[in-house]
């Protein structure tokens, strides 16, 4: 017994100082003021501090508000309403989720003296600590839902290995204010609430879990399938059907206090859609959509472009462990059928990779679930053979260090997961530090040789674009979105003893990169397309590279950029190659010595 408390000490004394650690060392860029979180956000202080619902997109210049918040809220109103109100595209549920923080932020910052404008770091800090907070909520009740099925030891092993081992992680610690972690608290909260009624059918049990599903559907509507775990718990066989049919007879009164509770907090969304745009049921995001009949599942899953697996590779042991519902029998058919519908709903959005955060974040909000099988999978690894217990936990240990690493990276801005790929998480696996190949091989997708070990054969082409006077003071300059550099007709015997193109270039822009970068690009027809970005390759390599991130850029400074291309067998006489500069912003590129050359 002693045994077993140092044990279960010893992994809550590990769990929390890697928590703190990464919360100490790696967060200081971290905001929950952008994107998703900041639209979710908006609710808040629009109805508490400037009653501007209506016109959410309007914010005062004169209250210190960060300049990306005003951007955003500017353009709120780019996606337009049939009224020409100004509409807040997310739900409010997180607002209500965060509510309670910020009302303490605003007590705090009016009793203080500190700016009360619903925006300064006072709300940043306290939006922050309620995704830590309910990460932590949500994690105690998974503790108490695995402990009916398993030992207090292999239920905290299992609760450590969810929230270290996946990006669940990430976002209740560095990427706070998004839908995911308030959403895998209230999936906890239903799981406890379901086995509660059903020991015990309570009518304030009902209601409680009406209104845990009703905020569910509210911040994410696909989410509704969160209904079908309490009409599915405890089924798995003949004598259990006929006993959930007695139990929902027995209950109908409550079944209707549940529906009524689980509308109550989407009512006043419907009632915000009504007077923003005429509708009470109103499809807020436009143009983006579901592609039913062609969902990336294995995109999704799998893909290093922001894929569940390559982020939460320990989840790998949950799904091993759904053949182990013997462990699980009351939860057996709710994860049996949600989760396959669930993959192929969120996998059926248009951007089924959910840019925007480390790895498939709406795959959180069923950890409560695959929390079951997972630790199902533990303990029957502990009842294995020495071997087989001592392999799987040093894959567990590297699966979990794996995604500590990988949001040491995403914090440092040197690994962003939507954009990423295998070779390039290979190539910088564990390290904290970029260097010049490591931005090649995120562009391009492939591996660069050694600069060593390859050798000239000839220049195919080289554009200079200089006068007459010493060191090109008069480079070409285009804003075009696509200008053509070089073109080389492909020729057999030019090209007989040659591995390699190398594109090179020396490069200027003036201002900060758009949205999309420039990118120089070998080209030759459906055969050869390799890209590479130009703006984070100007730098001084010899002696910046520990600082350099992905988004790197330096303005008003002349770089060198090149990166090696192996040549496809597929070319055949009369194809031509191209080097071409491709512009999507079109924004003013200044360039000159644009060569092409052959190595082996």
Known sequence: MKHRRLLNAGILLVVIIIAAVFAVNDTSRSTSFYGDALGYYMYLPATFIYHNLETIDELPKDKGIDDGVLWYAKHVRDQPTPTGKALDQYTYGVALMESPFFFAAHAYAKTTGAAASGYSKTYDYLVKFSSFFYALLGLILVYKILKRYFTNTLALSGVAIIFLGTNLFWFSIYQAGMSHVPLFFLY??????????????????????????????????????????????NVYNKATISKKVLFLRQNILNICTFTIAAILPIAPQLIYWKAITGSYFYYSYGSQGFNWLHPKIIEGLFYFSNGWFPYSPVMIFSVLGLLLYGSFKKWALSIWVILPLYIYIIYSWYCYNYINGLGSRPM???????????????????????????????????????????????????????????????????RMHLRYNDLVVKDIWAWQPDANSVTKLSTLACKNYSDSIPGGNNPFHTADS???????????????????????????????????????????????????????????????????????????????????VKIPKTLHDGDTVKLSILNPDKLDLYMDDVCLELYR
């Open 482 to 564: 696509i200008h053509e550099v070089l073109s080389i007709p492909y020729n057999k015997e030019t090209f007989k003893n040659a591995k390699w193109f190398k594109c090179s270039g020396r490069f200027m822009y003036r201002q900060a990169p758009g949205y999309y970068r420039h990118l120089l690009v070998l080209s030759s027809g459906n055969k050869l397309w390799r890209g590479c970005t130009i703006e984070n390759k100007i730098g001084d390599w010899k002696t910046s590279g520990e600082d350099i991130r992905l988004d790197h850029f330096e303005t008003n400074k002349w770089g060198y950029m090149y990166y090696y």
């Open 364 to 430: 959180i909000h069923l950890y409560p679930l695959l929390a079951l099988p997972l630790t199902a999978f533990i303990q029957f690894i502990s009842k294995q053979r020495l071997f087989i217990k001592t392999s799987l936990a040093i894959i567990c240990l590297f699966f979990i260090a794996l995604n500590i690493s990988y949001s040491m990276q995403e914090s440092k801005g040197i690994l962003v997961s939507p954009v990423s790929n295998i070779k390039y998480n290979m190539q910088m696996a564990f």
């Open 188 to 233: 906890s909260l239903l799981l406890y609430l379901v086995i509660k009624v059903h020991d015990h059918p309570k009518t304030f049990l009902f209601v409680s879990i009406g209104l845990v599903c009703g905020i569910i559907t509210l911040i994410r509507p696909t989410d509704i399938l969160c209904a079908l775990i309490p009409l599915l718990y």
